[in-house]
């Protein structure tokens, strides 16, 4: 038996940070949301003793772990040991599209699809808030990639709250050579802080929250206003220690693009188009650009980890 999940990559519209905790995490206003560029995640029944086993296709196929390490083989191991189930014979191949440590929360993806889909092939019946706490053991990133849509994220991302939207986003995604590491970003992120004279501890830098613009704005479905408000606290850490970025982000919003910012932690790119054609142009102008591996247009919001097929 085989079942297949298919899972949506994330940008973060806002992303807040706070300041650094005694626990090495920062608070967070992370508000995300989930577009159709995907991974999907297939379980199928091993042999028995076999235990966790994993595969890999697609872009940068390469770079994705396939040992313990790997968020979609914790997963697998995780569920069952929730459930008390003595075997985990299971192979999890990974049809990757999100880009490789680049900011649109790929791997924990991977994890929350694993979840499903094991949920599913053991035929578990796990309620959705205990695949949710599940999903925040493995990782901040884990449960937004379950629900989808837009949320807004608090604590370290993991607490969410569901927001309205109306319409649909055309955006595009530049993707960079190579990944950014998200602890390094952070660890930039407070080092500039540091440097700037303001602090970095969560005694001295504001807790963040949604900007009420931006929350309007994607309940009125308004492009360009939500444009206009695009804001990733870490942006300047991934420029930082990827100065390239920048060209990206310029050639982008040369081609029309209404909104950029470096998505997440980075090194990939976000672009709001004004519509589909729009972002098929602005992907184009990218490709063309030089400053970029790849340019992909998509679209969203999406929903979030689903059964696509199972037999």
């Known amino acids: 038996m085989t079942v297949t999940v298919r899972v949506p990559a994330k940008v973060n519209v806002q992303l807040g940070v ?123 990133d884990v449960p937004f990639a379950l629900v989808g849509g837009v949320a807004l994220g608090r604590g370290r991302g993991e607490i969410l709250e569901p927001l309205p939207v109306t319409g649909t986003y055309h955006w595009v995604f530049a993707v960079a050579d190579g990944g950014l590491s998200t602890p390094a970003v952070f660890r930039e992120c407070d080092r500039l802080r540091e440097e700037a004279g303001t602090g970095s501890a969560d005694t001295e830098v504001a807790t963040p929250d949604a900007d009420p613009a931006l929350l309007a704005a994607l309940a009125d479905g308004d492009a360009v206003a939500l444009a206009a408000v695009l804001t990733n606290d870490l942006q300047p850490a991934a420029l930082s220690l990827r100065p390239a970025l920048a060209a990206t982000l310029r050639a982008g919003t040369e081609a029309g693009a209404i909104g950029a910012l470096v998505s997440g932690s980075g090194p990939t790119c976000a672009f709001l188009a004004k519509d589909a054609d729009a972002a098929e142009a602005v992907a184009a102008a990218l490709r063309a650009s030089g400053s970029c591996r790849a340019a992909h247009a998509t679209h969203g919001p999406v929903p979030g980890a689903a059964v696509t097929a199972g037999e």
Do not use: Q, Y
């Open 18 to 140: 706070g300041g650094l905790r005694a626990d090495g995490f920062h608070d967070l206003a992370n508000v995300f949301f989930a577009v159709a560029l995907g991974d999907e995640v297939t379980a199928t029944a091993g042999e028995p003793g076999t235990g966790v086993t994993l595969s890999c296709t697609g872009p940068d196929a390469d770079a994705v772990p396939l040992d313990d390490s790997n968020l979609a083989a914790r997963a697998a191991r995780l569920l069952a040991a929730h459930h008390g189930l003595a075997a985990t014979d299971v192979h999890l191949h990974i049809a990757k599209a999100i880009p490789v440590a680049g900011g649109m929360a790929g791997g924990s993806a991977d994890g929350a699809a694993a979840l499903v889909a094991c949920d599913a092939l053991w035929k578990l019946g796990t309620p959705a808030e205990v695949l949710l706490e599940l999903a925040a053991e493995l990782g901040s």
